[in-house]
């Protein structure tokens, strides 16, 4: 069975930092490429981040960019996302997702909510 469960969210001040991790479970883990998405309250799905199965390339949404910086650990089966410079637009539930086949997300945890608040 496919396990993926994200730890790390929180309440934290603007500018502040936090860094979440997917621990990961029930599949080969360095086999696959990995993604973060989040939701907003009240909106819709984003699409934040991606890592090829060796962590040897990133991408990222444009308003990303510079400020998170997504890793993994193949050893451990864990997926990281560094978030910085945090924003309250940042507030969301952070959910990580393995990408299977034709680039879809075909498994997700059960998310963890970050909160920028002052």
């Known amino acids: 069975e496919v396990r993926l469960v994200e730890s790390g969210g929180g309440l934290v001040q603007p500018g502040g930092s936090l860094r979440l991790s997917c621990a990961a479970s029930?599949?080969?883990?360095?086999?696959?490429?990995m993604s973060w998405v989040r939701q907003a309250p009240g909106k819709g799905l984003e699409w934040v981040s991606a890592i090829t199965w060796n962590g040897s390339i990133t991408y990222y949404a444009d308003s990303m960019k510079g400020r998170f910086t997504m890793s993994r650990d193949n050893a451990k089966n864990t997926l990281y996302l560094q978030m910085n410079s945090l924003r309250s637009e940042d507030t969301a539930v952070y959910f990580c997702?393995?990408?299977?086949?034709?680039?879809?997300?075909?498994?997700w945890g059960q998310g963890t909510q970050v909160t920028v608040s002052s």
């Open positions: 029930g599949f080969t883990f360095d086999d696959h490429a």
């Open positions: 997702a393995k990408v299977g086949g034709a680039g879809s997300l075909d498994y």
